[in-house]
């Protein structure tokens, strides 16, 4: 009985990567961005099961790029050095001060942290931040805000040498300013406008939610920048989810062939949405 029930274990997973196969040749060569947050940076082993399949995706010819955000650690370090922070319409104010915990946090503990689980699977992974070879210039989201910055342009020259070499890049969401100030940069922001730049085929957001809901509560798995217009102006989409379907509205506008928003807390959540029919998320296209 143990036999036959091995047996059919590993029958399943034939079947598996059999299936898997055609999708494996669709991403050949593909341009994948990634927003990483949430559960898998809070979770040793879900970040070590993230950085396998990341590297998986490199090896079957994926060029894969992460986009970090690191909230929670910056919190963190603020009270750890009791500085103080201001709010403006429930946005932390990023003075000086704040500004240098933000880069030490983000280009540093997380970025590094990141890095070092990937190539402990065996990648190649590089950590930059925008402010590296020019990746990315901001302006100012908003004056009240302080260093808060908004991407206007975006350099991946370094991204496409770094592809040639087979590794990976891993971003911190931090840009430089045309007067020599560095911002911080929303996440998901980053993430779009690099996707822009590249042109990517997928711009990938791991969340904590199963991806966007309909009016009846059950998650929409494939809906149109129409659709998203339409559930937002209803109050459907609210809250935290509408910035990052505008985030994928800005990206499929500029080109982007699709924007997925996906469960970063399920298992594989990456390899399930790029190798399986069913997918793991919410795709949205701009038809």
């Known amino acids: ?154 350099d991946p020259s370094i991204l496409h040498t770094l592809f040639r070499d087979h590794a990976i890049p891993v971003i911190a969401p931090l840009g430089a300013g045309h007067d020599g100030e560095t911002f911080n940069i929303n996440g998901d922001d980053a993430a779009g406008a690099i996707a822009r730049a590249l042109q990517a085929d997928r711009l990938l957001l791991l969340t904590d939610v199963e991806g966007v809901k309909g009016a009846d509560g059950r998650i929409l798995t494939n809906i149109s920048s129409h659709d998203i217009k339409d559930l937002t102006e209803s109050g459907v989409i609210a809250g935290g989810m509408i910035p990052k379907t505008q985030t994928a509205l800005d990206a499929l506008a500029s080109g982007v062939k699709a924007v997925v928003i996906i469960d970063g807390r399920a298992s594989n959540a990456v390899l399930l949405e790029l190798f399986t029919d069913q997918g793991a998320g919410t795709m949205i296209r701009a038809k």
């Not at 927003?35 to 994926?62: C, P, T, Y």
Request: proline fraction near 4%; hydrophobic fraction near 40%; aromatic fraction near 4%.
């Open 1 to 154: 009985m143990k036999t036959r029930e091995m047996h059919d274990d590993w029958a399943s997973t034939a079947r598996t990567l059999s299936e898997a196969l055609p999708n494996m040749q669709r991403y050949d060569g593909a341009t994948v961005v990634v927003k990483l947050g949430g559960h898998a940076m809070g979770s040793a082993d879900a970040m070590n099961e993230f950085a396998r399949d990341i590297v998986l995706l490199r090896q079957v010819g994926v060029n894969p790029v992460i986009v970090h955000g690191g909230g929670p650690m910056i919190n963190e370090m603020l009270q750890r050095l009791d500085i103080k922070s201001e709010f403006v319409n429930g946005k932390r104010v990023t003075d000086a001060e704040t500004m240098d915990v933000v880069e030490m946090v983000l280009s540093g503990r997380v970025n590094k942290s990141i890095v070092h689980a990937i190539n402990q699977q065996g990648g190649k992974a590089v950590g930059l931040s925008g402010k590296d070879a020019g990746l990315i210039y901001c302006t100012p989201a908003d004056p009240e805000l302080g260093l808060v910055g908004v991407p206007s342009q975006v």
